[in-house]
């Protein structure tokens, strides 16, 4: 069996170099014999033909129930060998069958309405509050990061990335309504408010970032500029003078596309701006990885774009701008690892080692869907009227350097009559 095995993934693999055991003293070779070796073993050759006929489920739960271990390497490396192949896809056609099944009915997986929106979210985001405070940024942004420069610190580029998305959001004057929706642990709402000068209203399904946001507004001293509440965006009553939604898009799903963007039409004002920030993909619409899907973020799908303007454009809002990040969210990817990783035993502490294996594994497969699969994050600036944002791009460079002052303390960030 493992001669047809080898002869099946030889044609998968074919840079690089990967060994593979089945069982103890055999092992076989595939790729061209380049690069560091990456050596996996299986507890048997059946546990290797199930990952061959659904990889984008069995590979992570092998990795996690240990069947599959990396003997030389890393998961991350292994990973980054396979999908950094030109030809990657499922190696064998009943695995294309199961793809095909799991297209077919994308739409049913991802049908969120209010309850079910609400189980999503605490089965990912209402872990012990412990957990991400081991790996994040200090202010706990669970989002791309924005990577000024490349040695920049993960709490560098996560500063910058909420003074890109301030500049885009034109906080031009003191006393703005600003709606975040889905404002995780709060850190982008306080940053608006400290920095801008902002009124802003928080909204997540997550009962462990509703307490953690509003106890942070509070130490601050920031009630009643800035609020949090446990509510649906669907609820929500406006109007604002700005939105912003960083990392929930994410987790509205297909369905639902029309009424969201319908419902930041209805909260926006008529001279207002809206900037959505959320991971996306640069090929065709396809669906979401099994393994993710089932262990991390049930009910979640990363868009292409061409799902996502055209429900734009059914609501009446207007695109005015559009910036991709490509490889941002792997450095960030890259950088949590690292820091979950070298905190392990911390996290062994809440949970075991089955789940360290899971989150090991979502974060390595992420990080390289990022770098060799084609998943980006878009940027996308709207408003209800051609008006309300500037003619060109030249005014994000000179925002961003006037919050930067006002970060340090030194004068406001808009600017004031006669300037």
């Given at each position: 069996m493992d001669r047809w095995l080898k002869r099946v993934l030889s044609r998968l693999v074919r840079e690089g170099t990967l060994r593979i055991s089945t069982r103890p003293g055999?092992?076989?070779?595939?790729?061209?014999?380049?690069?560091?070796?990456?050596?996996?073993?299986?507890?048997?050759?059946?546990?290797?033909?199930?990952?061959?006929?659904?990889?984008?489920?069995k590979l992570g739960e092998c990795y996690m129930d240990g069947s599959m271990r990396i003997e030389r390497g890393s998961i991350a490396d292994f990973l980054d060998?396979?999908?950094?192949?030109?030809?990657?896809?499922?190696p064998l056609a009943i695995g294309w069958a199961i793809d095909a099944y799991h297209y077919v009915f994308r739409r049913l997986a991802q049908f969120n309405p209010r309850g079910r929106?609400?189980?999503?979210?605490?089965?990912?985001?209402?872990?012990?509050?412990?957990?991400?405070?081991?790996?994040?940024?200090?202010?706990?942004?669970?989002?791309?990061?924005?990577?000024?420069?490349?040695?920049a610190s993960l709490d560098d580029a996560q500063l910058a990335k909420k003074r890109h998305l301030a500049a885009k959001l034109l906080m031009d004057?003191?006393?703005?309504?600003?709606?975040?929706?889905?404002?995780?642990?709060?850190?982008?709402?306080?940053y608006l408010a400290e920095v801008t000068g902002a009124r802003v209203l928080g909204v997540t399904l997550s009962e462990e970032q509703f307490a953690k946001a509003t106890?942070?507004?509070?130490?601050?001293?920031?009630?009643?500029?800035?609020?949090?509440?446990?509510?649906?965006?669907?609820?929500?009553?406006?109007?604002?003078?700005?939105?912003?939604?960083?990392?929930?898009?994410?987790?509205?799903?297909?369905?639902?596309?029309?009424?969201?963007f319908?419902?930041?039409?209805?909260?926006?004002?008529?001279?207002?701006?809206?900037?959505?920030?959320?991971?996306?993909?640069?090929?065709?619409?396809?669906?979401?990885?099994?393994f993710i899907s089932k262990?991390?973020?049930?009910?979640?799908?990363?868009?292409?774009?061409?799902?996502?303007?055209?429900?734009?454009?059914?609501?009446?809002?207007?695109?005015?701008?559009?910036?991709?990040?490509?490889?941002?969210?792997?450095?960030?990817?890259?950088?949590?690892?690292?820091?979950?990783?070298?905190?392990?035993?911390?996290?062994?502490?809440?949970?075991?080692?089955?789940?360290?294996?899971?989150?090991?594994f979502y974060l390595a497969a992420s990080e390289m869907s990022f770098r060799h699969r084609g998943l980006m994050v878009f940027q996308i600036q709207l408003a209800r009227n051609q008006k309300a944002a500037p003619l060109t791009r030249d005014y994000i460079g000179p925002a961003e350097e006037r919050l930067r002052i006002a970060e340090?303390?030194?004068r406001a960030p808009f600017r004031l009559a006669g300037e």
């Open positions: 055999r092992r076989f070779e595939i790729g061209d014999g380049t690069g560091e070796p990456v050596e996996v073993a299986f507890k048997s050759p059946m546990t290797l033909l199930s990952v061959m006929i659904n990889p984008e489920l060998l396979l999908l950094s192949q030109p030809l990657a896809k499922t929106s609400r189980r999503n979210v605490a089965h990912h985001y209402d872990l012990d509050g412990r957990l991400y405070s081991l790996f994040l940024d200090s202010d706990q942004q669970y989002s791309c990061a924005y990577f000024e420069q490349p040695d004057r003191p006393g703005l309504s600003v709606l975040d929706v889905g404002s995780g642990w709060g850190g982008l709402a306080i106890n942070r507004a509070q130490e601050k001293r920031l009630d009643p500029r800035v609020r949090f509440k446990l509510e649906d965006y669907r609820d929500v009553r406006g109007p604002f003078d700005r939105i912003v939604s960083v990392g929930m898009f994410e987790h509205v799903g297909i369905t639902h596309y029309d009424g969201y319908r419902k930041i039409a209805e909260l926006l004002k008529e001279d207002g701006v809206a900037v959505i920030h959320s991971i996306g993909r640069s090929g065709p619409p396809t669906t979401t990885a099994r262990y991390i973020f049930p009910g979640g799908y990363i868009p292409a774009l061409s799902e996502v303007l055209p429900a734009i454009q059914r609501s009446g809002l207007i695109v005015t701008d559009v910036e991709i990040l490509r490889l941002h969210y792997a450095e960030t990817l890259k950088a949590w690892r690292a820091r979950f990783l070298a905190r392990k035993e911390e996290v062994l502490r809440l949970y075991d080692e089955k789940f360290v294996r899971m989150w090991e340090r303390g030194q």
